[in-house]
C-alpha cells in the first residue's frame, strides 16, 4: 500500500463503454489519469479494420494522494461507476504496473498496444519465459491473452501457448 503522504494509482471502473468519457471528464476536473490502448483487428461491414480501445474495457487508473486531492467528485463524474476496492479501501497499483504498460504502449506507432499484430505463419522469437529465444511460428490467438505457437521440439512440431506481449515479429 502507498506511503500516506505520497501519491498512488488506483483503479476505478466506468459505466458501459464509457471508460473515454469518464477519463476526459476526470482530466477536465484536474485530476491525472491513465487509461491503456489496444489496438484490435475488428471486422466491420465484411472488412477488417483496425480499431484503438480500452485494454482493459471499464476500467482507468487515476493517481491520487490520500491527504491533499479531493476524493469526493470522483465517484459523481460522468462515467465513472465507482473504485474497485478490497473492503472498504480502493484498490492501489504500483508505480511500475503503470509505467511497464506506458512503456509497451510506447513502443508502438499509435500509441496503443498492438494485440492483433501476428498473423498465422508469422515467424516470431519469444522473447521472455522459459522459451527466450526461441523460434516459433505463430498460429492464433487464443482468447485475448494467449497466442499458440508452432515450435520445433525435438524435431516434433509441438503447439506452445505464450502471452503475445512476450513475442517479437522477425523480419
Sequence with gaps: ????N???????????????YAEEQLNNQGYTTYRPL??????????LVKVTESLFPRYLFIQL?????????????YGVSGFVQFGDYPLSVSDGLVSELRQREAQFQEKAIDLDRF???????????????????FERY????RAILLMN????QAKVTVAPADLYKMA
Design 1 to 4: 500500500m502507498a506511503q500516506i
Design 38 to 47: 489496444a489496438m484490435r483487428e475488428r471486422r466491420r461491414r465484411g472488412k
Design 153 to 156: 521440439v525435438l524435431n516434433e
Design 65 to 77: 494522494n490520500r491527504v491533499d486531492d479531493n476524493w469526493a467528485p470522483i465517484r459523481s463524474t
Design 119 to 137: 498473423h498465422r505463419g508469422d515467424r516470431v522469437i519469444i522473447t521472455s519465459g522459459s522459451f527466450q529465444g526461441l523460434e516459433a511460428v
Design 6 to 20: 505520497s501519491s498512488a494509482w488506483y483503479v476505478l471502473t466506468s459505466k458501459p463503454r464509457q471508460e473515454a
Design 142 to 145: 487464443s482468447g485475448e491473452e
